[in-house]
């Protein structure tokens, strides 16, 4: 089984302790003023269909005590403590991708501003469904799904970008950053990202 490893910047996102506890563009309560919905293209490695549309939704943000707490568990216990409290939290966003059975039920999301915009950051616990058709048999250890969306507004003052989708991953901290493996595919980089 071909595993591979890469590093994301997450100081702005999810799974790091102080970086959690320094994104949140909503300090204390942080349902979003309405739910958000976005489409995007994705380029799908070893697929018999190359590109796929996926709809991402989001009916608010994690808050800073709800993160810490995600934080909290993978320093202390490692992944699996971490998907134990992602399998005990509430489904607050969803990420599906056409002529696909299955999609994520995202659990904890981040939004923080950018240069040029917003990023917004999923996790999922053992994600399942709709990649598996190609990606092959996944190890029980690669049980988190990493969303990743770089937003920016376009002449119409509307948001566009792009963005990441990690079906199967294995997070651990190492040597003080986040370390994260995949298995089996190449991420599935999103294209032509928009609020709906």
């Not at 009916?59 to 995600?70: D, I, K």
Request: hydrophobic content about 40%; glycine content about 8%; some cysteine.
């Amino acid at each position: 089984m071909a595993k591979k490893a890469i590093a994301l910047l997450f100081g702005m996102c999810c799974l790091a302790v102080t970086a959690f506890s320094q994104t949140a563009e909503q300090p204390k309560s942080v349902p979003a003023p309405k739910p958000e919905h976005f489409s995007a293209v994705a380029s799908l490695p070893r697929a018999r269909t190359v590109t796929a549309w996926v709809d991402v939704r989001v009916s608010r943000y994690s808050s800073n005590s709800r993160t810490q707490q995600m934080a909290n568990a993978l320093v202390e216990g490692g992944q699996d403590e971490l998907v134990k409290t992602l399998e005990k939290a509430k489904t607050i966003g969803h990420v599906s991708l056409s002529s696909r059975v299955g999609a994520f039920d995202l659990k904890l999301i981040r939004t923080r501003k950018t240069p040029t915009g917003r990023q917004i950051i999923g996790v999922s616990d053992r994600p399942i469904g709709f990649l598996e058709a190609y990606a092959g048999s996944r190890s029980k250890d690669y049980q988190v799904g990493i969303l990743v969306i770089d937003l920016k507004r376009n002449k119409k003052g509307k948001e566009v970008g792009e963005g990441m989708l990690i079906y199967a991953s294995k997070v651990k901290i190492e040597n003080g950053k986040l370390d994260i493996e995949y298995v089996g595919m190449e991420p599935i980089r999103l294209a032509s990202v928009r609020k709906n």
